[in-house]
């Protein structure tokens, strides 16, 4: 079955869920130009156990801010 398509703001939101904590203020413009799952390779390393499902962020006590990902995506 495929899944349904999220809208900008509705993965915006996923990220909350999951942990990341979103501190730059064009997050939907970085979507739009970027691409979640051109993204989503950038955060594994930032992930829990993404090799098993488990896709929450936060591989140590603190959290995992979305700058700290997005430098390494340069």
């Known amino acids: 079955m495929r899944k349904q398509a999220k809208s900008v703001f509705e993965m915006i ?6 942990g990341l904590t979103i501190d730059v203020p064009d997050m939907p413009g970085i979507l739009l130009d970027n ?14 156990d993404p090799a098993n499902g488990d896709n929450d962020f936060g591989l140590s006590k603190e959290k ?10 340069r």
């Open 64 to 73: 995992c801010v979305l700058s700290c990902v997005s430098m390494a995506c």
């Open 13 to 18: 939101e996923l990220l909350k869920q999951r």
């Open 35 to 48: 691409n979640y799952y051109r993204l989503s390779a950038y955060f594994r390393p930032f992930q829990k």
